[in-house]
């Protein structure tokens, strides 16, 4: 008897607005992830994730398909891939409504906590069910250079060692209210601030904007992005950021992050990514300059790659 892979299903709708552009003219990646992680939370409700489970999302790989401009009329759609004892991995769409032309695909993988805040296996009615509803991942939901088959935290370079790399990307600061929910607790949709929010280390990680060697505006476009989650820090801690690049090419480069409690010099969150130079006047790729390449080679470190 043939049997039929089931459908994506559409999970959540939105449109590009004003404030969602960046300094590249597109809607910015973390907007990518606000749809995504909108399809998760609409994908657990629609598979009836118990009330006493809280949903934690500990992996969130994004590939980049397509720039999205101001107004664009954008619509998720989801379904889950694989299931263990212990986690949903989650595969979403998102793409244009009205063209069908792809903005990005993503893989999420979900853990859950039970009643008391500790670690909970997948219940098995909820695995029964979605054993049943399995789809298989598209070829073009696949990874390019980020591999998912790692292990970024356990693999991650220790505290100490980050320091005498000297690797530092962001300096010293505490959590802000702003990160955190009113109980102090953060905001899980605000975790790529682990590693990106900050005030600087000069010279650690390239700015946002550059003058090309023809005078041209360039900017960085993210290919592919993966972020871990060990665990988040509540407001006032003192985190740290570091990063390094792993892999140099002509128009593209492979960083990957690190976010840590200092006081404690506990790993919170792994982040990885794929950045193309962007020529913002031509919306297209370019060389990345060769001053800028030079500086990056000075921070190359490819066997702290995710192994």
């Not at 997948?122 to 979605?130: N, Y």
């Not at 140099?248 to 690190?258: E, G, R, T």
């Amino acid at each position: 008897m043939e049997t039929t892979t089931p459908a994506l299903t559409m999970t959540h709708r939105s449109v590009v607005t004003e404030d969602q552009i960046d300094h590249l003219g597109h809607m910015n990646v973390r907007f990518y992830g606000v749809n995504a992680t909108a399809g998760t939370r609409a994908l657990c409700a629609t598979l009836g994730v118990p009330a006493d489970r809280a949903v934690r999302l500990v992996d969130v790989y994004t590939r980049h398909h397509r720039e999205q401009l101001l107004g664009a009329q954008l619509v998720v759609r989801s379904g889950v891939v694989s299931v263990t004892d212990e986690s949903l991995v989650l595969y979403h769409e998102l793409a244009d409504q009205d063209t069908d032309a792809l903005a990005a695909t993503f893989v999420h993988c979900v853990n859950f906590d039970g009643p008391d805040g500790e670690p909970a296996n997948v219940p098995e009615s909820l695995a029964a069910r979605v054993r049943t509803q399995i789809v298989e991942l598209p070829t073009h939901g696949a990874t390019r250079s980020i591999s998912l088959a790692t292990d970024p935290i356990a693999s991650a370079p220790t505290f100490d060692e980050l320091q005498v790399r000297n690797l530092a990307m962001r300096k010293v600061r505490a959590v802000s209210v702003d990160e955190c929910e009113p109980d102090g607790s953060y905001i899980p949709s605000m975790a790529p601030a682990l590693v990106w929010a900050g005030e600087s280390v000069e010279g650690r990680f390239p700015e946002l904007l550059h003058e090309g060697p023809n005078g041209e505006r360039m900017g960085w476009a993210s290919m592919e992005t993966r972020m871990t989650i060990r665990r988040l820090p509540r407001m006032g801690d003192r985190i740290q950021s570091f990063s390094a690049a792993i892999a140099l090419a002509d128009k593209v480069m492979h960083n990957i992050m690190w976010a840590y409690d200092v006081d404690r010099e506990e790993l919170l969150t792994t982040f990885e990514v794929v950045n193309l130079a962007f020529d913002i006047g031509g919306r297209r790729p370019m060389q990345i300059p060769d001053h800028i390449r030079a500086a990056q080679a000075q921070l190359l470190q490819p066997d702290l790659a995710p192994r």
